[in-house]
């Protein structure tokens, strides 16, 4: 999708996503603090990211399914062709960079084997590989017409990977994260426009205050068990996302064109930086020694947009002329 197409209301919440996972949580891995992000916030914090990453996955996947008749073939191989190549790339980059330490890992992970449904891939590209996991099933939910159908496929495939899970061969994020991908396609459903938002509000407020709760409790994990814990961070990222939401629909209405612009390039490029974040971090730590300054991201960040932003550009006109040339061939 071009930059003047895209919504600002879902590249707002892409890049407040960004911004947390790529230039806070990651980026502090390659400064003298490379501690000072963790515990327990931080984790809720990274779940609530990518929860709000895989919604938008969903959400933007149901809109561009309604253009096939019968969603199978043609969908699947226009999700490795925009992905794909891109991810094998990053995997490459890195292998170089250490990130992955085998020549055995890298070939597992360009095959998506050792992804989320054995086990846990390498940093960053695990969740690639979980996504593409996810698209897997999108024919097998969308192909329901009516929403309730659609409802019940996602219900019957979530219960199939917990009871996977529970057989020993999944990794946990698969169930922490299957639900906003499956949510993101039904919210196309929902008639935002007629539900008061005053319900909305309250609802989500009481929610948030339970969470909070339990979030000051320091042993949780001991005193609410594994299962509770997890559907606690669940409610989290739902309570985050909705106030991303929120905020977005209210930066839409700003008209300031500067800001809504930097917000659809960085929400255009988020893609790549997720993939290429770590490479060009390696590169920048190399040039300045054992580790980079914390205030390093104020600078670092621009080049980084700009140049998965180039990346972006020259990969989309690539596959638009190869697309355009077998046109001509199949019309000659």
């Known amino acids: 999708m071009q930059v003047k197409e895209r919504s600002v209301t879902i590249d707002f919440i892409r890049c407040i996503c960004m911004i947390f996972v790529v230039c806070i949580l990651h980026f502090s891995q390659y400064t003298q603090y490379e501690n000072w992000w963790q515990g327990e916030l931080a984790t809720w914090l990274t779940t609530a990211a990518l929860a709000g990453f895989t919604f938008i996955s969903g959400y933007l996947t149901y809109k561009s399914t309604r253009k096939y008749e019968s969603i199978g073939r043609k969908y699947l191989l226009s999700r490795i062709i925009k992905i794909y190549p891109l991810f094998v790339l990053a995997s490459i980059l890195l292998f170089i960079c250490g990130n992955i330490s085998t020549l055995k890992e890298l070939v597992f992970t360009i095959f998506l084997h050792g992804g989320d449904l054995i086990t846990p891939s390498p940093t960053t590209v695990w969740y690639i590989c979980m996504m593409f996991l996810f698209y897997l099933f999108v024919p097998l939910i969308l192909n329901c017409k009516k929403w309730k159908k659609q409802l019940e496929c996602s219900i019957i495939i979530y219960i199939a990977l917990i009871i996977y899970f529970f057989c020993g061969n999944a990794d946990y994020r698969l169930l922490l994260y299957f639900p906003f991908f499956c949510f993101g396609m039904l919210f196309n459903h929902l008639p935002i426009d007629k539900i008061k938002n005053k319900y909305i509000k309250f609802g989500m407020f009481v929610i948030s205050l339970l969470v909070v709760f339990f979030m000051l409790k320091k042993v949780i994990y001991i005193n609410l068990g594994f299962k509770m814990y997890y559907i606690l961070m669940e409610f989290f990222s739902l309570v985050m996302l909705y106030i991303l939401w ?28 997720y993939l290429f974040h770590r490479p060009v971090y390696f590169c920048i730590q190399k040039i300045c020694g054992q580790t980079i300054p914390i205030y390093g991201t104020l600078i670092i960040f621009p080049i980084l947009v700009s140049l998965c932003y180039c990346i972006n550009k020259l990969y989309d006109f690539v596959i638009s002329e190869i697309i355009e040339k077998r046109k001509i061939k199949k019309s000659v």
Not at 247 to 272: D, E, M, P
């Open 246 to 273: 929120y905020i977005a629909n209210l930066i839409n209405k700003i008209s300031i064109a500067k800001v809504r612009r930097t917000v659809q390039i960085i929400g255009y490029s988020s893609f790549c930086m």
